[in-house]
């Protein structure tokens, strides 16, 4: 009689024990292993050191991704002086897309400040990146401005949402002073939630 009564209570802590690991592998899942660069040489130089999750390999496949993304999702604008009263004078360059287009150079987008990398959620091999630009405070942010951080070197956790590829701006109309001003500027709709992280490091 006790054998059965053993097992069972045996049966029962296992269980628990799962549901409890289950629920902790839930909530980190949100998390991910992070580390920023202002540019490749940065990375390169850290994946030769072999302590963190990417290879120089990694360094340069996600860099040319990023320069992909940020091109392809990056606020743009109608004037210079527009980019620069949301990401700082001096961090602002014509829209390469309508360069070579007969009336171009009249769109403007923020500089490619750095870049993120991450370890590939869901325990698969691999890492995932996402541009950084500056922000009119002095810090740098994802292209779409839901993510700001205090710098654009170090590692850490942060949200797998972070590295989520934002809406694509490439070949749409850049936005005008009162296009800015109505949204509230660069990434306001999303930085008074998320507020500004500083990598360490």
């Given at each position: 009689m006790t054998r059965p009564t053993r097992k069972r209570s045996r049966h029962v802590a296992?269980?628990?024990?799962?549901s409890a690991v289950l629920t902790l592998a839930a909530c980190e899942e949100?998390?991910?292993d992070a580390a920023a660069f202002p540019?490749?040489?940065s990375c390169v130089a850290e994946a030769q050191k072999g302590s963190l999750f990417f290879t120089e390999?990694?360094?340069q496949t996600q860099f040319a991704q990023a320069e992909q993304t940020h091109l392809e999702t990056a606020p743009r604008y109608d004037s210079k002086q527009l980019c620069e009263q949301e990401h700082g004078v001096g961090n602002c360059e014509t829209d390469p897309s309508v360069q070579n287009q007969s009336g171009g150079g009249s769109i403007f987008m923020p500089m490619l400040m750095g870049y993120m990398i991450g370890s590939m959620l869901g325990g698969g091999r691999g890492v995932m990146s996402q541009p950084m630009v500056r922000t009119a405070q002095g810090g740098f942010a994802t292209p779409d401005g839901k993510q700001t951080f205090a710098n654009n070197r170090g590692t850490g956790k942060v949200s797998g949402s972070?590295?989520?590829k934002?809406?694509?701006t490439i070949g749409k109309a850049p936005m005008t002073p009162a296009q800015v001003s109505q949204r509230g500027g660069f990434g306001a709709s999303s930085t008074a939630r998320s507020g500004s992280r500083s990598y360490g490091g």
């Open positions: 296992l269980f628990l024990a799962g949100e998390k991910t540019d490749l040489q390999a990694d360094c972070t590295f989520t934002g809406p694509s």
